[in-house]
Nanobody, 131 residues
């Protein structure tokens, strides 16, 4: 129901921009603008980790400490797309990146950091950063 794209191989210090769009029907037939969005990443053998989140209107954004100042989450509701701009990439950023969506209202800003907050997930896109 969500398709992440834009991953690839890049050298350390480089940049990539990931995109997330609905694939097929938007969840529950609603526009992506109805959903708060998040990006997570996972490396083999480890748990999936929160990277960044954005509220429905983009009025609020949230970042994990290890990407603050380097990554920017944004959305273009007219294009039904959410982005993750990744700059100053490091080898430790290598992972499969997933986008996720939720129609729920957050009780606390910390909700964005939790996998259980999200109801819909994309299949992921591989990001590999070489040293």
């Amino acid at each position: 129901q969500l398709q992440a794209s834009g991953g690839g191989l890049v050298q350390a210090g480089g940049s990539l921009r990931l995109s997330c769009v609905p694939s097929g029907r938007v969840p529950s037939g609603r526009a992506l603008s109805s959903y708060s969005m998040g990006w997570f990443r996972q490396v083999p053998g480890k748990e999936r980790k929160f990277v960044a989140g954005i509220s429905r209107t983009a009025g609020s954004t949230y970042y994990q400490d290890f990407v603050k100042g380097r990554f920017t989450i944004s959305r273009d509701n007219a294009k039904n797309t959410v982005y993750l701009q990744m700059n100053s990439l490091k080898p430790e950023d290598t992972a499969v990146y997933y986008c996720a969506a939720t129609a729920r209202d957050a009780d606390y800003s910390g909700d964005y950091y939790l996998e259980i907050f999200y109801d819909y997930w994309g299949q992921g896109t591989q990001v590999t950063v070489s040293s």
